[in-house]
């Protein structure tokens, strides 16, 4: 079984439109997290839930919405799609605030 | 959270050791170094982490300076399949929240 699993694994959609990411652990965590890593590699955090709500938001456009209907679900909506938007988003969770992180296989969306 | 310095590449011979280095000369007393590899497409792994006694885990070594300024960590037999971007990280104390920042980090390639 998949620990961290992300659908779609990819997209490609066209500017302007709106777009979601969804993600679940099945490994009983309290904690999830979206991380972006651009096209130079580099992997930025995004936002972080705890227990369904939010404790790390990162300057994150409004565009980007973060919704966690539960604790092993933290889904990625993301509205007017940017050409900058196009990265991979990986989800992780942890089993509390300081522990290892455990990521997803990412989902590579690529916004033409 | 303390920057961290790394090599941004390095061979290594399969069987042998691999002596990856980071330096983190800004690191206060709470953070903690952490490391994670990401293998070509695939999500982040978590490696190891310490505060300032050396660890050791099924996969790694991690050996802290005394003055916790510099780390290495150590692939004790490479394999083919260790071939991976390793990230050093240094990040606040668990208890604060899980924002761990991602650097460039060290492309290892590890040659038959």
């Known amino acids: 079984d998949t620990a961290v699993s992300q659908t779609p694994k990819y997209l490609v959609t066209q500017m302007g439109n709106d777009k979601s990411i969804k993600c679940e652990q099945n490994?009983?965590?309290?904690?999830m997290y979206w991380y972006k890593q651009d096209s130079k590699k580099f992997l930025k955090i995004m936002f972080s839930y705890n227990n369904k709500e939010l404790i790390i938001n990162e300057t994150v456009p409004n565009r980007f919405s973060p919704k966690s209907p539960d604790k092993a679900h933290l889904n990625l909506h993301i509205n007017s799609l940017e050409l900058g938007d196009s990265a991979v988003y990986f989800c992780?969770?942890?089993?509390?605030?300081?522990?290892?992180?455990?990521f997803g296989e990412g989902s590579r969306l690529t916004v033409l | 959270d303390a920057k961290t310095t790394q090599p941004p590449s390095m061979d290594c011979a399969e069987g042998r050791a691999a002596n990856l280095p980071c330096n983190h000369s800004?690191?206060?007393?709470?953070?903690?170094v952490y490391w994670y590899r990401q293998i070509h497409s695939q999500g982040p792994q978590y490696i190891i982490h310490?505060?300032?006694n050396n660890e050791t885990n099924e996969m790694a070594s991690l050996i802290i300076t005394e003055d916790r300024k510099s780390s290495t960590l150590i692939l004790p037999h490479a394999t083919l399949r260790d071939t991976a971007v390793y990230y050093c990280i240094v990040s606040r104390s668990k208890a604060a929240g899980n924002k761990l920042t991602f650097g460039g980090g060290t492309r290892v390639l590890v040659k038959p």
């Open positions: 490994l009983g965590h309290d904690t």
């Open positions: 800004t690191i206060s007393g709470n953070e903690y």
């Open positions: 992780a969770s942890s089993q509390a605030r300081g522990g290892e992180l455990f």
């Open positions: 310490g505060l300032k």
